[in-house]
């Protein structure tokens, strides 16, 4: 969430962008987190909002009482309301407190947009990227709602002006930082990604990707699991998109599967065996349930098979395996629509991974490749994940699986992770 002060719990409506909310300390206090993560080898990110301020931001506030004022063109103002609804609906004019006019804030009454075709407020926006980058020391930023940055005619959503905004803006944090690093939330699909490639931002946050893992697991379906992987790594490196499971605007994972914690372990499992640069959201923001007396981190910490202690696992097995770091995802057949299967590859490195994501357990389940994918041969399996089990490998001559045998069922939610090495 965004630590720069403001008037919300959420932090969306900045009211200072060059200080740290009280809740959270000072300025000195955030440098020495910092500092700290950094002798940790840790780099941090902070969430940066850049398509609105608050409406009680001083700049804000003085536009409002004054139409002569030097910061009137940093928002828009209409003296009628304007038959303009947002993408959801929502009122996007609101009335002014002032006079008989209205301002656009495209979420909420409390967030006016800034102006980006008001040059001064780009220069703004790199002041404040230069200022968090070099005076409080961190090393990118979450970029919130970056397609609404710029609206064109009736056009909101990722708009020419847009797309020169978000290429003005991270090549200026590339000229003063080329480490480092910038991930926008663009909530769609995969398609209406791809526009803001290759020169604007790092890396975007993978919406489709997320429904599809969640889609999937809930539904016991592995049919076009992989499909928006796919469909990203034919066109961009693995560390330019960004998967994740469920995030801060959205209902969490275990509530999304009716609080099915094997189903919980399958998709984090899926997250953090395949491609992109994952984030894991885990932090609650509400009150706390009546469960949390016996579900809670101290509980989870000491049972060896806990949801928290599988996302530990998962997250050191991904950092020092290279095929999960950084292995081409190569799709697999199988004779059940409840399985999906498929290799990470390196060179020097081959992961294989089965899940069953049905409610059945399942036995005789084969998988294969139509195209070559590997040397021809016999592989030994190395588990990596997953109850204790062995398959045989075979991999035919023109380089395609021919099919595997598990030497036990696979049961339903059941997920394994495999190193292959070949037999000598």
Do not use: C
Not at 75 to 90: A, I, L, N, V
Not at 197 to 225: H, M
Not at 267 to 278: E, M, R, Y
Not at 358 to 371: C, E, I
């Amino acid at each position: 969430m965004p630590v720069a002060q403001s008037p919300s719990y959420h932090g969306y409506d900045v009211s200072d962008y060059y200080r740290v909310a009280r809740d959270y300390g000072t300025n000195d206090d955030f440098k020495r987190l910092v500092a700290a993560a950094h002798r940790r080898g840790i780099k941090v990110l902070v969430d940066m909002v850049l398509n609105h301020a608050s409406s009680e931001h001083p700049f804000f506030q003085e536009a409002l009482r004054d139409t002569a004022s030097p910061h009137r063109n940093w928002f828009r103002w209409s003296p009628t309301k304007p038959d303009q609804k947002g993408p959801w609906g929502q009122e996007a004019w609101h009335h002014s407190q002032v006079r008989d006019e209205y301002y656009y804030g495209i979420f909420w009454s409390g967030m006016p947009d800034l102006n980006y075709e008001t040059p001064a407020v780009r220069d703004e926006a790199k002041k404040v990227a230069r200022f968090w980058i070099e005076e409080m020391g961190v090393d990118g930023f979450r970029l919130d709602a970056v397609p609404y940055l710029v609206e064109e005619g009736n056009q909101l959503a990722g708009t020419p002006g847009t797309h020169a905004m978000l290429h003005e803006y991270g090549s200026y944090i590339r000229s003063i930082a080329p480490a480092a690093f910038t991930v926008g939330e663009v909530w769609d699909s995969v398609g209406a990604m791809l526009p803001y490639y290759p020169d604007q931002l790092n890396s975007y946050f993978a919406f489709e990707l997320s429904d599809a893992i969640i889609n999937g697991v809930r539904t016991g379906s592995a049919k076009n699991l992989l499909r928006g992987y796919l469909r990203l790594q034919d066109t961009m490196p693995a560390d330019r998109w960004s998967p994740f499971l469920r995030n801060h605007d959205q209902t969490r994972t275990l509530t999304e599967l009716d609080g099915d914690v094997r189903r919980a372990k399958v998709s984090a499992t899926l997250l953090l065996t395949l491609p992109g640069l994952p984030f894991v959201y885990g932090k609650a923001w509400e009150a706390p349930q009546p469960d949390t007396l016996t579900a809670n981190v101290a509980a989870e910490d000491t049972v060896r098979g806990s949801l928290l202690n599988r996302y530990r696992e998962l997250i050191h097995l991904r950092a020092s395996n290279e095929a999960l770091a950084a292995g081409k995802l190569v799709p697999l057949s199988t004779t059940s629509d409840a399985v999906t299967s498929y290799l990470r590859q390196t060179r020097n490195s081959t992961v294989l991974v089965v899940a069953n994501l049905g409610n059945t357990t399942l036995s005789g389940v084969t998988v294969s490749s139509a195209a070559p994918v590997m040397r021809a041969g016999r592989y030994a399996a190395k588990r990596l994940l997953g109850s204790s089990a062995a398959l045989s490998l075979r991999v035919a001559v023109d380089g395609r699986i021919a099919g595997y045998v598990p030497l036990r069922t696979l049961a339903p939610m059941e997920i394994y992770v495999f190193e292959l090495a070949p037999l000598r």
